[in-house]
């Protein structure tokens, strides 16, 4: 079954959690999918994370859509979500135009930081399903500090998230709010929030697909390594490098043989051709 955004909102409605993570390629996109997660996330954290960028500010409408294709290729059920990125979204002619580039490229739903109202409407006029963002807001604060520790800040990401709600906006990512923000926000909205630092109480949890497998050698407070990406990986190719050093690989195993007769036929005509 091909999840949807009323898929996420039953989830929420009958208090199950949902499991988002990033995917940027084929075969992450392909696992994640069998393993059943709900949302993969196409997000502009492919900067950092898989590209060598310094920040989110650089990635490019033709970076989102080069990995969103690779990931629609290995995704059957999961709602994928894609990032407009940095300065793509700037007037609401330009934020349609794109987010139908990126709807045509494999993108269920589209996500955009802040409080856009004037934006917003105008792709929810246009049929686009829109994704809000609210807290700490990558694309555009470069200090990954916590958001909405006082009451000013709070007050005004629970009226963001009320005004996008009444906007229309289908699903809300909360990043790296206090958990007790995270909470009220989510019992005051009738729609999904998924959050990324942001507490136990959100309807729904993402996290980068790096950090999980330990790709990355940062260590988050907000995310578990589930595997050792980075050491195991390691050990691999320095005994692939020992094995082709030493002349263990490749070994008999490894290799294609010629039929006898054909080869005597061979070695019979370059010695009398060559």
């Known amino acids: ?5 009323a898929y996420l909102l039953a ?4 208090h199950q959690k949902i499991v988002a993570l990033t995917a940027y390629d084929y075969p992450t996109a392909l696992l994640q999918d069998r393993a059943g997660v709900d949302v993969i996330f196409v997000g502009d954290s492919v900067g950092t994370n898989i590209l060598g960028y310094d920040s989110e500010q650089e990635v490019t409408m033709d970076d989102i859509v080069h990995h969103l294709k690779a990931v629609r290729r290995g995704t059957s059920q999961a709602y994928i979500l894609a990032d407009l990125p940095y300065a793509s979204y700037e007037t609401p002619k330009q934020a349609l135009e794109n987010a139908r580039k990126l709807l045509a490229n494999g993108a269920d739903i589209i996500k955009l930081e802040g409080v856009r109202e004037e934006i917003v409407k105008h792709l929810i006029k246009h049929d686009i399903n829109v994704c809000g963002h609210l807290g700490l807001l990558p694309q555009t604060q470069q200090q990954k500090k916590v958001q909405g520790k006082s009451f ?4 005004e990401l629970i009226e963001g998230a009320l005004t996008l709600e009444r906007i229309g906006i289908s699903v809300l990512l909360l990043e790296l709010i206090p958990e007790e923000l995270g909470q009220i926000i989510t019992e005051k909205v009738s729609i999904p929030t998924i959050g990324i630092g942001s507490g136990r109480f959100t309807d729904g949890q993402v996290l980068i697909v790096n950090d999980i497998l330990g790709i990355t050698p940062r260590k988050l407070k907000l995310a578990t390594k589930y595997q050792d990406y980075q050491t195991l990986t390691l050990q691999a190719i320095e005994q692939y490098k020992q094995e082709v050093e030493q002349k263990i690989f490749p070994s008999d195993e490894n290799v294609q043989h010629m039929v006898q007769e054909e080869l005597q036929n061979f070695i019979q005509w370059v010695k009398q051709s060559l």
């Open 1 to 5: 079954m091909k999840k949807d955004s």
């Open 152 to 155: 000013e800040q709070a007050k």
């Open 11 to 14: 989830k929420k409605q009958n």
